[in-house]
């Protein structure tokens, strides 16, 4: 079965400090990855998304994400968080195994303290 | 350039009452998508259309739920009668034509619907 996990429920950073927001996948066939962050009673914002080429994948508000093939991750990282970026974020995945549609996960709580 | 537009924004109805929402696309977007999403839940998709045309209702409780997406533009999601485990946020979402794995699909506010 196809699936998308983030083994985190919550993550809790100091403001100015690195995070990490971790996303493993399984699915057959070439993954499409993505990720989208969402505010309290605000919908699914794009950050980011891997198709191909530099595993290395830049996106909005600083974030960057790096594609392993070898240990099928996607980790969402920032070198400096910000109190504005906590918020839910979530790890999806589409291929041609899920007729393009995305496989999400449920979501990792990111929160930033002062 | 506009966003996917929703509405409602919240609404609250009672169990066994019907209730619908709406849906405007990017412009120039053909493919949309209606998701339930169950608080501390990723997405769950319901319905996906392209053009006018269902591509996948698989999801959908279709003996409660509809949905309908005349000339390709505009969607309306319909529950009748309403359970209170349709209590949810509603997102409706749309992509570029293309209709690849690749397309970036973009998202509205949602609507966030409670069921007594």
Do not use: M
Request: charged content about 15%; overall charge positive.
């Amino acid at each position: 079965a196809q699936s998308v996990a983030q083994p985190e429920d919550q993550v809790n950073v100091a403001e100015g400090n690195p995070l990490t927001v971790k996303c493993t996948y399984s699915v057959s066939g070439n993954p499409y990855l993505f990720w989208y962050v969402q505010y309290p009673n605000r919908g699914l914002q794009f950050l980011l998304k891997y198709i191909t080429g530099d595993n290395l994948v830049k996106g909005s508000y600083g974030f960057e994400a790096e594609f392993n093939k070898s240990q099928t991750s996607f980790h969402l990282k920032k070198p400096s968080a910000l109190v504005s970026d906590s918020a839910l974020y979530f790890c999806a995945v589409s291929t041609t195994g899920s007729n393009y549609q995305l496989i999400w996960g449920a979501g990792t709580k990111l929160i930033i303290k002062p | 350039e506009a966003g996917v537009a929703q509405s409602p924004r919240y609404k609250i109805i009672e169990k066994r009452q019907s209730v619908a929402f709406w849906c405007n696309p990017i412009s120039g977007h053909a493919t949309l998508y209606w998701y339930q999403q169950i608080l501390g839940q990723g997405p769950k998709l319901l319905i996906q259309f392209q053009n006018n045309g269902v591509v996948d209702d698989s999801q959908l409780p279709k003996d409660r739920f509809s949905a309908e997406r005349l000339k390709g533009v505009d969607s309306t999601l319909k529950i009748q009668p309403a359970k209170l485990e349709d209590s949810a946020v509603y997102l409706c979402a749309s992509s570029k034509p293309a209709g690849l794995s690749t397309d970036t699909q973009y998202f509205g506010p949602g609507t966030r619907l409670t069921v007594l």
